[in-house]
């Protein structure tokens, strides 16, 4: 591998690490429907900027209805249940079981496209339950929604979803920056349109939660794309899907580190265990 694809496609996790870890301070104040409004927004608007100037191809209009579709279930859908168990229960425990997305992009890929499966697909799903499970185990009352971690695991089963019907749009002529173009616009639509519908609760708003919302939205959908995308330039999907295991790995430290959350001897045992499953599922 490639020294700087692997240093872009680390830069990258570290990036979608933060994004949540700064999401998780966000949603302490501000309304998750709402947080997504400005994180999903904000993010359109920077990605279109880019498609203007780089241009980019849409390919049929089945295609774009599925591109469409990734975004509203990866960036809407998912988005919304995930800060929604970020709000009550402590990052590093929710992290580490929402971003076990590579083993069910893996799982996705072997029914909607046929692959076949990796040797080691049946000892990662064991390690990312295992795991799972040591998370999901109370310590006390002030360890919150424990019960929301299986709903960060769905999340990660609709963001593993988006892995496939990206394939799927990129190998039938869509631009990757047509596709990312069409996806976070259709996920800021619905996050819109339900934050209306929803009854437009706001939270407490102040330039401090804001601000952390907006680096969210730079850092998860634009800055960690970027980078991506240039490391997937350089090397292959399969030599860097490894890697994505960064962002249990970041997020976990940076939850630790930058909100201060006490960590017990489970939740690092289940988050390390859950990075080997994501790391077996990828090779």
């Known amino acids: 591998m490639q020294n700087i694809a692997a240093f872009l496609a680390v830069l990258a996790t570290i990036c979608w690490g933060m994004d949540q870890v700064l999401g998780k ?30 241009d980019g191809n849409f390919g049929k209009p089945w295609i774009v209805a599925l591109a469409a579709a990734s975004g509203l279930i990866g960036e809407f859908l998912a988005a919304e249940l995930y800060f929604m168990v970020m709000k009550r229960s402590p990052a590093h425990i929710v992290i580490p079981a929402g971003n076990t997305d590579p083993l069910w992009g893996a799982l996705g890929a072997m029914i909607l496209l046929g692959e076949k499966p990796g040797s080691a697909i049946l000892a990662s799903i064991i390690l990312v339950l295992i795991g799972t499970f040591l998370l999901a185990e109370r310590n006390g009352e002030k360890d919150g929604w424990r019960g929301g971690i299986f709903l960060a695991l769905l999340v990660a089963a609709l963001w593993g979803i988006m892995l496939p019907l990206a394939k799927i749009c990129l190998d039938e002529g869509m631009t990757q920056i047509a596709y990312q173009t069409v996806r976070i616009g259709a996920a800021a639509a619905g996050c819109v349109l339900f934050w209306l519908v929803s009854g437009m609760r706001v939270g407490e708003v102040g330039r401090k939660p804001i601000s952390l919302t907006l680096a969210s939205g730079f850092l998860a959908f634009f800055l960690g794309f970027v980078l991506w995308l240039k490391a997937l330039s350089l090397e292959t999907a399969s030599s860097l899907a490894p890697l994505l295991g960064g962002k249990v790995a970041f997020g976990f430290l940076f939850s630790v580190v930058l909100l201060r959350e006490r960590t017990s001897l489970k939740s690092i045992a289940g988050a390390c265990l859950i990075m080997a499953g994501i790391f077996l599922a990828t090779l």
Do not use: D, E, K, Y
Request: glycine content about 0%.
């Open 25 to 54: 301070a966000s949603v302490r104040a501000i309304h998750p429907f709402f947080f997504n409004v400005i994180r999903s927004s904000f993010a359109f608007i920077l990605i279109l900027f880019l498609f203007l100037i780089f």
